[in-house]
């Protein structure tokens, strides 16, 4: 995955971030994430509730060795004052296949979210891990809380 460049100023190849608060690098995997990220805010997934571009060694509870890779976009939920990982979300620039889904299983074996999704500019599928099923849509934040 491609470290993304952030900046508090515009450049003629950066995108405003609403979640970071920031310009970031304008590449075709920005473009997919920010696309995603609009779509779960029109979810009702709350801004509050999801992390862009972390690091996985951030967000995993326990301090465990976990590979040094970095989590496109990860949304909570609050659960009696704690939050506990919900979806995890994998951004691609183009297609995907199985070894993006593995790298996707991958990430969320340390963050036990019991929803992933992989998002592309023309494919959607959504898992929900303990039923074992997939869509091709990501349902509203009030259907899976």
Avoid: W
Avoid at 33 to 41: H, K
């Amino acid at each position: 995955m491609m470290e993304t460049t952030v900046s508090s100023r515009p450049t003629n190849n950066t995108i405003f971030c609403a979640s970071r608060k920031e310009y970031v690098q304008h590449t075709p995997e920005e473009s997919v994430r920010q696309g995603t990220l609009s779509s779960l805010f029109s979810l009702g997934y709350p801004h509050s509730l999801i992390v862009v571009e972390k690091k996985l060694s951030e967000l995993v509870a326990q301090k465990q060795k976990v590979p040094n890779r970095r989590v496109d976009i990860l949304c909570y939920r609050a659960t009696e004052g704690a939050l506990e990982p919900l979806l995890l979300v994998e951004c691609k620039a183009n297609t995907f296949n199985d070894k993006e889904l593995r790298q996707l299983l991958g990430y969320n074996f340390y963050l036990g979210a019991p929803y992933i999704a992989l998002i592309a500019p023309s494919k959607v599928v959504f898992y929900d891990l303990s039923r074992q099923i997939s869509q091709e849509y990501i349902p509203p934040f009030e259907k899976i809380t």
